[in-house]
């Protein structure tokens, strides 16, 4: 692989060269850090990365490749990649592509030789921040024209893009690592609807490892058709799931939530849905500084005191006024967010970390059988 010139343009004024290994053109999006030490390709399938740039603290990057069944969704929605070391050559008997090749096909930027411990302390700093990086333009004064007249990332809904556009049935539960397969778990008779913001599939396979039928359904859902899907018991509950985005820009998404709450609809949720129940309820999320995006992230469940060690990925959280209504279940040790409710006065949970990891560790995989548990 022959490496082109990128080019680097932040809103702070930093200017930067490097070189390409996955797409080439012009792309802009949101810089941020992730400090896990695995799971390149599980995070760049995610889709709650849409539109933005990902700075990962490993150094080596490449090493395993790619495969199909690391996917988390069926593409790659985040603009790009920021590595120091890309390793082209790979070495996995499980892999069957080049990161490089991976990326190339999803039309998402890889960009190595980079400081990105200079990077990852500048974000610490100052903060999340849009950027351009462009494998055509040097020109750091046209990159930095260009920036300023592109849309920011809490300007554009993202789960227009990710969603799925049709309702499907999810049969898989988790990987099987000895048959190197999926497993079909058996059904406990219970139903649920996954409403899809931007779903991961490992989230899909451990709600169907608890033994639930698990039917998907895109962004757009009316509330009333499952409200009454839930009092004919053709389901037991709902699921809102993780997402891309600022989720204030998700209006008639909060509105039909805010009807579900209001008829009393058994519910979980993990990271965007988790704002969302709160937006719904009339709190309001902020902005974090710069986002909690890793594996290694403590939490403590503060029924039981156990501190459990989270795979995070947010870089909104929801407001302490919350408590109102709800009671926290979960704290964020390192900087004290909330990161679990029960909400008092109905049947609705909600974390902000992810249990089902991937990559990461599963210190919370419990909360989906409690999920499961919960429904009549």
Known sequence: MTKKKIWIYLENGTFLEGHSFGSNGTKTGEI?????????QEIMSDASYAGQFVVFTMPEIGNVGCNENDMESKSVYASGMIVRNYQQRYSNFRGKQSLGNFLDHHDSFGICDIDTRFLTKMLRDEGAQMMIASTEISDKEVLK???????RIEEVNYIEQVSTKEVYDHEFGAWDPINQTYKTPTTNGKK??????????NILNELRETGLGIEVIPHDF?????????????LDGLFLSNGPGDPLVLKEEAKEVKKLIAAKVPMFAICLGHQLLS????????KLKFG???????????????VEITAQNHNYNVPESVCE?????????FDGTIEGLAYNDAPIFSVQHHPEASPGPHDSKYIF???SDNLS
């Open 279 to 286: 937006i719904a309820h009339g709190y309001d999320t902020f």
């Open 369 to 371: 059988k409690q999920f």
């Open 145 to 151: 024209s260009m920036l300023e007249k592109a849309p």
């Open 222 to 234: 009316k509330a009333e058709e499952l409200i009454q899907r839930v009092e004919k018991k053709e």
């Open 325 to 333: 209504i709800a009671k926290i279940t979960h704290k964020n040790l």
């Open 32 to 40: 941020v850090f992730n400090t896990s030490m695995s799971g390149y």
């Open 292 to 306: 909690h995006h890793g594996g290694n992230h403590p939490v403590q469940n503060l029924k039981t005191s156990e």
């Open 192 to 201: 649920i609807a996954v409403i899809d913001f931007g779903v991961k599939r």
